[in-house]
């Protein structure tokens, strides 16, 4: 019977034992009554605090547990009238396939970042003034000292065995993501990963499914290579795979960024995300999931990757240390399917590796010290901040030109041109005059009546700095 709670609340109590936080214990608790048909559809789940008292815990404990069913679309929270399972997982395929993987107990991570000058606006650049440099000169110093011979010698191709094992440490507790380090390759930056995977699963002239709008660079990249892409729209919920099926049935891949879509900020939804890991399924299609800005989310807590609901082996899983330590680094990884690290082995030994091992051990040392954890700590309050210092400034604009676009993290802000003007024009009014706005017409495969600008917010130190590059930016809308 809809409406009422089918789990046994001794079936959801967390082992205080398990390496596990309690949290995501009561998480894959819920996944699983779910997923073995003892919440249904339409069943309304206990309130945060019943739940609470019922099984001895924080009230922020179950809460941040809600939070993550609610953000992947498990739960839908009805306000005076509770918290419901999704009833739209009733029209999905079997939704064990749901169940998250248990990630292996591991050593948790952390991060780093050097500096660069950065334009007012300019995206993918982190907070620079924030990076904990003493920390990173530090570390520095210490593995110059304690360099093991091994990595003076020829580096491994697949990246720094140390790093390799921190990042699939960190992806188990993090991302949920099970994985070893043997599924883990460094490159040297994104676009090196998505040349790993080129090389090794495609061929040229392949069909693929991209996000439109898309990541920009990613879409430059793969067309140069010779790939082919068919443009799949993205709404509120995501990339629309219904469309997607109905325009390019026979694509061999998809690139998708699911947790916080590039551009728009948005998160790809349960019942898409379940629909899209059918499709390659059936297809027998690869899915490139570009874990964009995932660790920056100001509304709970990160969203789990696609990655962690991948059943049959289809995802191939990227995420890049340029946009939470700096991008000098030029460094990015990508976790493969546990049946493909074999052939991917045997590619990068043809292909150019990731480069010196220092830096990587660096990392390596940032993370297994917990700095990197500590740090994103540190800077999801410190970017929801200097958001709001952007978002304020623009707000008070006056004509009414620009309309800032909800986004629950990211470091940039998408700002709907509530006006004619053509965004490309004023994009590149406003380059000219310094600042890096970018276009989202530039961002798109098909053309749209809906013109934006993007603006990255996290080198504005203050609001005055915000409310300043805002005004320059004014100038040049009001010459428009």
Known sequence: MSGTSRADPLHLKPNREQDAPIYLQLYRRYQEAIASGRLRPGDRVPSVRSLASELGLARGTVEVAYQMLVGEGYFVARGAAGTVVSPRLGNLAD???????????GPSPRP??????????QLGVPALDAFPRKTWTRLAGHTLRTLETVAMSYPDPAGYGPLRRAIAAYLGIARGIACTAEQVFVTAGYRGALELVRRTLLRTGDLGWYEDPGYIFARQFLERAGMRLAPVPVDEEGLNVRLGRQRAAEARFAVVTPTHQSPTGVALSLPRRLELLEWARHRRAWIVEDDYDSEFRYQGR???ALKSLDR?????YTGTFSKVLFPG???AYLVVPAS???????????????????PQAMVADF????????HLRRMRPLYATRRGYLADALARMPGGRLHV???AGGIHILARLLTRQGDKRLALAAQADGLAVQALSDWRMRKSSQGGLLMGFANFVTAEDAAAAVRRLEAVLERG
């Open 95 to 105: 939704a064990s396939r749901a169940k998250t993987s248990t990630p292996p107990p």
């Open 302 to 304: 990160p969203l789990p």
């Open 329 to 331: 680094l030029r460094l």
């Open 367 to 374: 993370m297994e010290q917990g700095h990197f954890t500590r």
């Open 340 to 358: 493909q690290a074999g052939k991917f082995r045997d590619m990068v030994n043809h292909l150019p590796d990731p480069g010196s091992a220092l």
């Open 112 to 121: 780093q970042a050097p500096d660069h000058g950065a334009q007012p606006f």
């Open 405 to 407: 676009q909800p986004q």
């Open 312 to 316: 049959n082996e289809r995802v191939l």
